[in-house]
């Protein structure tokens, strides 16, 4: 099969049977890309940060960039229109019948379970990527209570985040300037060696 084809097939899956938007979609890209060999663990956590960051639809960027990398600008075109060619198919049809069904006891039934299926996706996504980017070698009782916990680059992440939890939560500033500042304090982190990449 094309690769361009398969690229299509896969993220057209995904767009299909993906419900809550780009961050409940991250565990699927993730067995996706790694079942075909197409990045490794590390790179697609550097895409998550990096789709995060820039601006537009972080599943659109996403995918974009997993098709560039496997197919050039045609492997980025089949797998961007695979990703959204299903969910704007599904809006239009819901937008003509949701006005009728809205108050039916069935319509309210799947949207709760699809509303606690999301946000079980997205924990699941966070645990996933915290798990990759604190422990990049494995967890191991002894690895962490030895090299993984004295670690600069575990107590730097732990530390950062901390503070823009705090920042975002408390102090309410804007999500855009937590990127920055976050991006700003790693750049300063790794070139004076607190760091290692």
């Given at each position: 099969m094309s690769v361009y084809l398969l690229l299509f097939l896969?993220?057209?899956k995904m767009g299909a049977l993906t419900f809550g938007g780009g961050y409940a979609m991250i565990p699927f890209i993730e067995e996706?890309?790694?079942k075909h060999g197409w990045l490794s663990v590390t790179e697609l956590?550097?895409?998550?940060?990096?789709s995060e960051s820039t601006p537009g639809a972080f599943a659109v960027n996403i995918s974009t960039y997993v098709g560039s990398e496997v197919g050039g600008i045609l492997g980025s075109i089949c797998a961007t229109v695979g990703l959204v060619?299903?969910?704007f198919i599904i809006i239009l049809i819901i937008a003509k019948c949701y006005e009728?069904?809205?108050e039916s006891l069935s319509v309210r039934g799947v949207m709760l379970g699809l509303k606690s299926t999301v946000v079980g996706l997205i924990g699941a996504t966070v645990l996933n990527v915290g798990y990759d980017v604190l422990f990049p070698?494995?967890?191991t009782f002894e690895g962490f209570f030895g090299a993984e916990l004295l670690s600069a680059n575990f107590w730097f992440i732990?530390?950062?985040f901390a503070l823009m939890l705090f920042l975002l939560l408390y102090k309410k500033l804007n999500p855009i300037l937590i990127i920055v500042l976050?991006?700003?304090a790693g750049i300063v982190a790794g070139y004076t060696g607190l760091i290692t990449v």
């Open positions: 896969e993220f057209f996706t890309v790694l956590v550097d895409f998550i940060a990096v060619l299903p969910p009728r069904f809205k070698n494995g967890f732990i530390i950062l976050s991006a700003g």
